[in-house]
């Protein structure tokens, strides 16, 4: 292990490092604080200038309902909803689908059309923005979630093929040989051989995705405009234009937009770190 | 699906030839999903970067017209020079994931729960960093402010400074990235072989030394993921830069992912072709490192086989 | 063209998974497309929507609200794809693009024959085109001065009528201690009211109405002479502290609580003036003062519009609406819910204070000029804007920036 157990040094070391711990996450996390202090601050508190101290008095109750209550944060998040799951089903779906014919078989330009989802996962968003926005007019899908979906799954399976290409390739491929022998059909390689051992992939992939999606800003505001479609980045931002200096609303608005992929992070926190470090560790 | 082969005696056209059919119905739909979303669209702005359009009228040919007014255009070296400093700055997040990893990399009490605490900031939507740290920034009550007013100095406002402002807003993006690059390490450092260690211990290798000459070969594949999802952050910088300024002052923190929106789709924009031209520039830089990537790939892949 | 070709495959996919498009409107149903997604505007338009439906009970009208900033780009969009057959915009150069491109009816008929030429005569020249009416205007605000009477009593400020006073007054109060210009300049267009005010006093409406449609140089002598001008109120000082960090709301606290004196605006800034707790006492409206004198006063009178799009369905109807829009008493309605002045002169004057201040000043007015990012071209008003936020931080760089804009303009006006 490196760099060598703290245990092993001395007992001045071990306190330096206990102390330090701490101080270190406080610190790092003073901004994400300091944003769920405000968030139960009282408009009162902000407008007296206190804005990094103790509140005076605690509002949770009534900012988190006031949010609710008195901006469409609510429709947006369920529009993120709209969005981000059918995305994950889609762009998961579609790349178990291509990650098997890549990791699977060998054909002619196997590893040219590999390579091109590769790269098209790497390409700046601007260079698909003009030709993307007018076909999702084109199609009457602008400033609908459909049309956002349409254009998220496609790009996610770049990525997702990638994973899902290089994650089938370390499965035994003595099963699958085993099952051709007894005559089994490639459909039902997939379906009965494969799927079942892409689980733990399925898992690291939907979480990723998930969060790629929800937090996605760009897109929503290239193919989105109003409130029946907006998700809720877009939405938020708008929101701090209404909700000038009233930062306990900005706050709370904040924590409940970024609550869900926290959420799926904690809850799903081994494979989403697998899913991200895919590459990290070997090669 | 299991067809009555056997009873025939022969088999069927299909059952011949599907595992040739195969791959290709597998790919087929996401295949075609992403030829059409993503593939055609990089050529079709290609295209559109040689008209003048408004998005509503007709197009015009105007060969590389935008191209030459790119290339007199000082918001474009603006943007063009801010994207250097981000590309430059945003690697400290490489180090500084390095740094972070290490300090973490031990086994005491709770330190799961706070690798994740650490690893938070990635996980959170890039306007909400945008929105709490421009805040953060506020020249007049922002804790920015609050500091250089307790040690008796007067605040800067990062924000509307054409000389801060870019350097702000990094840090702001640095935040996330230097999380994520600190969860690559983590796994990095997971899978280093003991044995190695021991064997530079032996050797007398201690802290730095043993760092430099036995851990970090051994993290090449993370620093190179760490290098390449943070180039690719640095070349997307569209976010923070939306939601901290609109790119301003007066322009002064514009990034090319930026300013093609600017131009293509703002307020004041809607000059497809120009913008179009300014995402053939960004493609370009961004294709310099999507090849690296690919060559390396490609040599990993030939060594695999 | 290439996105037809590309549109037709995934076509097929849309039509199973798009929910369907809107259906077109029938005969006899009136489609409206409106920004009015803040509440006052909101209850304006509806008021108008229920009397026009009371008036013709034969018409549907379906009305879509949209909301304010993301309108700018959805209007692009339906007048070629889903026209309404009526859809809110503004007037001046902002509307020419559409014009131009032929998104917008020539509604000169309406005018005729509803006598809107004399009825809405301060707005015409506004809505007009290559000599053609394009729509019709219902409601403009004034821009001015408000300033904080108590601290000019205070300090024995008289409201100046003129540079000299204006700078006077200035002086004194930064010797005070309060900043006397209020301004949040992070969004660009506030500092298009001080241009356009400094340009329209120093070289007048004419000049200033040459500029903006591309005719002069930025470099020109009367140009700089504008800027000069105006440093004499940057190089000091005046203007508040960190103003690009601020929108424009962000300023009305330091305005609010006495920490700067004037504030240069639009006529909504009133609520949020009161809202912060400032009295009628407190609060002075004041008109620019004069810079070059005996130069006729024009003023800044944002206007907004109704028009019909070229691609509307229902024509007839959307004419009979426009023609009541156009009405005296219900502009006079529509603007008792804005809080903002009718453009038909008929309507009734306004009680409110500062508004019936506005509505004297403009009746007077020698011309009216739609404001810096309405009347210039989009690109040029950007680029413009961001020039005079350059300015008000780094005054020293006036001659680059002049530069710049120059060589900006003589790309857009080509």
């Known amino acids: 292990m490196f760099p060598a157990p703290i245990e092993k040094s001395g007992a001045h070391w071990r306190g330096v490092y206990k102390v330090a711990l701490p101080v270190s996450l406080f610190l790092w996390l003073i901004p994400l604080l300091a944003v769920m202090l405000t968030s139960i601050r009282s408009a009162g508190d902000l407008a007296a200038g206190n804005y990094w101290g103790w509140p005076r008095d605690f509002h949770l109750l009534e900012n988190y309902t006031a949010i ?129 051992l892409m689980r733990p992939a399925i898992a690291a992939l939907s979480v990723l995705v998930f969060t790629f999606i929800w937090n996605d800003y760009f897109w929503a505001t290239v193919l989105v405009q109003g409130k029946h479609a907006l998700p809720v980045t877009a939405g938020l931002y708008s929101l701090n234009g209404q909700w000038l200096a009233a930062w306990h609303l900005v706050s709370a608005g904040s924590i409940v937009a970024a609550l869900p992929p926290v959420i799926m992070f904690f809850l799903m926190q081994k494979h989403f770190i697998a899913g991200l470090t895919l590459g990290a560790t070997k090669g | 699906m299991n067809r009555p082969a056997a009873i025939s005696g022969t088999t069927t056209f299909w059952q011949r030839h599907q595992r040739q059919a195969a791959p290709w119905l597998f790919l087929a739909p996401g295949a075609f999903m992403f030829l059409v979303y993503v593939i055609l669209p990089i050529f079709q702005s290609m295209w559109i970067s040689l008209y003048e359009w408004d998005g509503i009228g007709e197009k015009t040919f105007i060969g590389i017209a935008n191209y030459v007014e790119l290339f007199d255009d000082d918001a474009f070296y603006t943007s063009l020079k801010n994207n250097v400093i981000w590309l430059v700055l945003y690697m400290l997040a490489v180090p500084a994931g390095l740094f972070v990893a290490l300090f973490l990399n031990q086994t005491v009490f709770g330190i799961r729960l ?167 520039v960004l493609f370009a830089i961004m294709m310099v490192y999507i090849t690296v990537f690919l060559v390396r790939m490609f040599s990993e892949e030939r060594g695999a086989r | 063209m290439f996105s037809r ?38 209850a304006a338009f509806e008021a108008a929507i229920e009397g026009f439906k009371a008036e013709n009970p034969d018409v549907e009208v379906k009305w879509n609200i949209f909301d304010h900033e993301g309108y700018k780009t959805s209007i692009r969009n339906f007048l070629t794809a889903e026209a309404p057959d ?36 301060s707005a015409a020249s506004s809505m007009t085109i290559d000599g053609k009416k394009w729509g019709v205007p219902y409601t403009y605000y004034q821009w001015g001065i408000y300033y904080r009477q108590d601290i000019f009593d205070d300090l024995g400020i008289e409201v100046p009528k003129t540079w000299d006073e204006l700078k006077a007054a200035a002086a004194k109060l930064k010797e005070n201690g309060i900043t006397p210009f209020a301004i949040g300049s992070k969004a660009l267009w506030p500092t298009g009211g001080w241009f356009d005010y400094m340009n329209l006093r120093v070289n007048g409406y004419e000049f200033h109405m040459d500029l903006t449609a591309g005719k002069v140089p930025y470099t020109d002598p009367k140009v700089v002479e504008v800027f000069d001008k105006w440093s004499e109120l940057v190089e000091p000082g005046y203007f508040l502290e960190n103003h690009a960090a601020y929108d424009w709301q962000e300023a009305v606290p330091f305005f609010v609580n006495g920490e700067a004196a004037m504030y240069l605006m639009g006529n909504f800034a009133v609520d949020l003036f009161k809202s912060g707790g400032l009295t009628e006492d407190q609060l002075g409206f004041m008109q620019f003062p004069e810079i070059t004198p005996g130069l006729p006063k024009a003023e800044d009178a944002p206007t907004d519009t109704i028009h019909i799009p070229a691609n509307a369905s229902n024509k007839e109807d959307a004419k009979k609406f426009l023609a009541y829009v156009a009405r005296a008493e219900v502009q006079t309605q529509m603007n008792e819910i804005l ?33 810096y990012d309405r009347d210039a071209r989009a690109e040029m008003a950007k680029a413009g804007m961001e020039g005079f936020q350059e300015f008000m931080v780094k005054p020293g760089n006036q001659d680059r920036i002049l530069e710049r804009l120059e060589k900006i303009r003589s790309r857009v006006y080509k």
């Open chain 3, 339 to 371: 809080g903002q002045l009718p453009t038909n002169k008929g309507s009734k004057r306004p009680e409110d204070k500062y508004l019936s201040q506005g509505f004297e000043m403009l009746s007077e007015a020698y011309a009216l000029a739609q404001f």
């Open chain 1, 68 to 196: 609710f209550e008195n901006s469409p944060i609510g429709a947006y998040i369920l529009n993120s909803f709209k969005v981000t799951i059918p995305t994950v089903i889609g762009a998961v779906g579609l790349s178990c689908l291509t990650g098997f014919a890549f990791g699977i078989y060998r054909f002619k330009g196997n590893l040219a059309l590999f390579f091109m989802f590769v790269a098209g996962n790497f390409v700046p968003f601007q260079i698909l923005m003009v030709p993307v926005r007018d076909m999702t007019l084109n199609l009457g899908l602008y400033d609908t979630t459909a049309g956002l979906v349409l254009f998220h799954v496609a790009f996610q399976t770049g990525f997702c093929t990638l994973f899902m290409r290089n994650f089938i390739r370390a499965l035994p491929f003595e099963l699958i040989e085993a099952a051709r022998v007894e005559g089994v059909s490639e459909w039902q390689i997939f379906t009965r051989v494969v799927m079942p």
């Open chain 3, 86 to 121: 009526i859809a809110a915009w503004y007037a001046g150069n902002r509307m020419a693009p559409f014009v131009n491109a032929g998104l917008f009816e020539d509604v000169s008929d309406v005018w005729e024959g509803n006598g809107l030429n004399e009825s809405l005569a």
């Open chain 3, 5 to 42: 070709k590309s549109a037709g495959q995934p076509a097929m996919l849309a039509a199973v998974l798009s929910l369907g498009l809107a259906a077109s409107a029938h005969a006899g149903t009136l489609v409206i497309n409106t920004d009015t997604s803040d509440p006052a505007p909101k």
């Open chain 2, 114 to 280: 706070i690798k994740s605490l650490f690893f938070f900031p990635f996980v959170l939507s890039q306007v909400v960093v945008g929105l709490v740290f421009a805040w953060f920034y506020d020249p007049s009550f922002g804790l920015l402010a609050q500091v250089f007013e307790a040690f008796g100095l007067k605040p800067i406002a990062v924000l509307a400074d054409e000389d801060y402002v870019t350097y702000g807003i990094i840090v702001a993006g640095l935040w996330p990235q230097i999380a994520y690059c600190m969860i690559l390490y983590l796994t990095g450092l997971n899978n280093i072989s003991p044995e190695q260690i021991e064997a530079g211990r032996l050797d007398g290798a201690k802290g730095i030394r043993m760092l430099w000459h036995v851990v970090l070969p051994q993290l090449r594949p993370a620093t190179f993921i760490a290098v390449v999802v943070t180039v690719i952050g640095a070349l997307r910088s569209f976010d923070l830069v939306s939601i901290m300024t609109d790119g301003g002052p007066y322009g002064s923190s514009r990034v090319l992912a930026y300013y093609m929106y600017e131009q293509a789709l703002s307020e004041y924009g809607f000059r497809m072709g120009y913008g179009a031209a300014i995402a053939v």
